[in-house]
């Protein structure tokens, strides 16, 4: 990635589960997570894949739940630079918005995968 962005983490929001995304088709989803998201194919079979970015490993799976209904945070070392990152790939993020979680400020901001996941991507303000 051209500026270096570390992904530090990965956290559910709600039931997703980041070992788990649900995808409808493998092949697409692999190739929107490893070409616009800078992810790095580890494994991958007919119905799942493994993906890793720095420090944080997801999966994907079709497993027949609703992609729109997947959320999940990635903790990242510059969020700034991600959102350019991801702007220049056409990813259309949100704004960058400071929120409060458990007591903490964080910069953040969201962006939704053509397959409908919605991720947010924050450090701490």
Do not use: W
Not at 69 to 98: M, T
Not at 106 to 116: L, M, T
């Amino acid at each position: 990635m051209p500026e270096n962005v570390v992904f530090t983490a990965v956290f559910p929001l709600g039931d997703t589960d980041p070992d788990a995304l649900p995808v409808k088709k493998i092949g697409p989803a692999v190739g929107y997570y490893t070409q616009c998201l800078g992810f790095s194919l580890v494994a991958k079979d007919q119905g799942s894949a493994v993906l890793r970015r720095d420090d944080v490993q997801l999966g994907l799976a079709v497993n027949g739940q609703d992609p729109e209904q997947a959320s999940c945070y990635f903790a990242v070392s510059d969020v700034e630079a991600l959102r350019r990152e991801l702007d220049a790939k056409g990813i259309e993020p949100s704004k960058i918005d400071v929120q409060e979680h458990d007591g903490k400020l964080f910069r953040v901001f969201f962006a939704r995968e053509p397959y409908g996941v919605c991720f947010c991507f924050g450090q701490p303000a």
